[in-house]
C-alpha cells in the first residue's frame, strides 16, 4: 500500500513561500493603490484614521494657533479675524486634567498683546466670540477644573491695563475694558471664596495703583451680595483671619517709595493713593472685618472649639 505523502514536511515550504509572496503582491498592490487614489478615489483605511486624528488635533488647538499668529503677523488680522473661532465646553461632567490650562486661558493670556500690535478692536472683537455664560453661568454644577487662579490674573491683568488713566481713552478701548470687567465679574461670582485670598494678596501687591480700583469695586459689590444671597460670605473664618493677618503684615512693611523715615505701607497709601482707590479698599476690609466677627460670634455661641467654619 501506498503511503501518503507528509503534508508538514513536503507541502509546508511551498505553503509558506506562497504566502511570502501574497504579502509581497499584497504590499505593491496597496502602494500602486496610494500612487491611484487621486484618480480612483481608494484611500487606505489606515491613511484615513492618521488623517482625522491630525484634523481633530488641528481643530483643538487651531484657535491657539490663530491667536499667535495675530501677535506675529498684525497687518493681516483683518483676514485672520473671520478665522478664530473660540472655544466652547464639552458636557460639565467631562473634566480637564489637573495640569491641562483652562482653553480660555490663551485668549486671556495673549488679548493684550493682541490689542498692543493690532488694535482694541481687534482684541474686543476676539474677546467677544467668547460666550462667557456658556462657559461658566450654564455649567450645572459650577466646577472649573483646575482651580480658576491662572484665568483671574490674566484678566486682572486685562483689566489693568485697559483702565482709564487719562481722558484720552478711545472708545474702542472702553468697551474692551468694560468686557474684560464683565468676564472677571462672572468668574469671580461663581468662584468668589475660591479666589478671594489669592485676589487680595496680588491686589496688596499695587496697593496704589489706581489702575486696580475697578478690581477693588468689583470685589466689594460681590462680597456684599454673597453675604445678602447666603447670609454670610461663603469663605471659612480660618481663611478670613488669615487674609487679615496677611494685610496687616503687608502694611507694615516699610515703604520704599516715602521719603520719610520708617514710613509703613500703610502711610503711602492714605498718602498717595486716590481717595476713590482707598475708599475701595476700606469698603472690602469693612465688609471682611465685620463678617469676621457675626462668625466668631457664631462660634462662640455654638460652642465650637475650631474657626474652620
Not at 483643538?60 to 485672520?80: E, K, N, T
Not at 484665568?151 to 483702565?163: G, M, N
Not at 468694560?178 to 489669592?198: G, V, W, Y
Not at 496688596?204 to 444671597?229: F, G, Y
Request: proline share 6%; charged share 20%.
Amino acid at each position: 500500500m501506498l503511503g501518503l505523502p507528509n503534508w508538514q514536511t513536503e507541502y509546508g515550504p511551498w505553503q509558506a513561500a506562497k504566502k511570502q509572496n501574497s504579502d509581497r503582491e499584497l504590499a505593491r498592490a496597496k502602494k500602486r493603490m496610494r500612487r491611484e487614489a487621486p484618480t480612483q478615489g481608494y484611500q487606505d483605511p489606515t491613511d484615513v484614521l492618521q488623517a482625522a486624528e491630525e484634523f481633530l488635533t488641528s481643530l483643538s488647538a487651531g484657535y491657539g494657533r490663530v491667536l499667535d499668529l495675530f501677535v506675529a503677523l498684525p497687518h493681516l488680522s483683518a483676514v485672520l479675524l473671520p478665522t478664530f473661532i473660540a472655544p466652547t465646553p464639552g458636557p460639565c461632567s467631562k473634566r480637564m486634567k489637573p495640569n491641562e490650562p483652562h482653553p480660555l486661558f490663551s485668549i486671556y493670556e495673549r488679548l493684550m498683546d493682541i490689542r498692543s500690535r493690532c488694535g482694541p478692536e481687534v482684541a474686543f472683537k476676539i474677546l467677544a466670540t467668547v460666550n462667557i455664560n456658556l462657559w461658566f453661568e450654564n455649567c450645572e454644577d459650577r466646577q472649573t477644573t483646575p482651580p480658576p487662579i491662572a484665568l483671574f490674573h490674566a484678566l486682572c491683568r486685562c483689566v489693568k491695563q485697559t483702565t482709564a488713566v487719562s481722558d484720552s481713552q478711545t472708545e474702542t478701548d472702553k468697551d474692551l475694558h468694560q468686557l474684560c470687567l464683565k468676564h472677571l465679574r462672572i468668574l469671580l461670582r461663581l468662584h468668589l471664596s475660591e479666589l478671594l485670598s489669592s485676589a487680595w494678596a496680588q491686589l496688596l501687591q499695587d496697593i496704589c495703583d489706581i489702575r486696580t480700583l475697578p478690581i477693588w469695586i468689583s470685589l466689594a459689590e460681590l462680597a456684599e451680595t454673597e453675604v445678602k444671597e447666603f447670609g454670610s460670605l461663603t469663605i471659612s473664618t480660618e481663611k478670613l483671619i488669615i487674609l487679615l493677618n496677611t494685610t496687616s503684615s503687608t502694611f507694615s512693611k516699610i515703604s520704599t517709595l516715602s521719603s520719610g523715615i520708617n514710613e509703613t505701607l500703610y502711610d503711602e497709601f492714605f498718602h498717595a493713593a486716590p481717595a476713590d482707590l482707598i475708599e475701595a479698599v476700606l469698603s472690602l476690609l469693612y465688609i471682611l472685618l465685620r463678617e469676621l466677627g457675626v462668625k466668631l460670634g457664631c462660634c462662640v455661641r455654638a460652642k465650637h472649639m475650631t474657626v474652620a467654619h
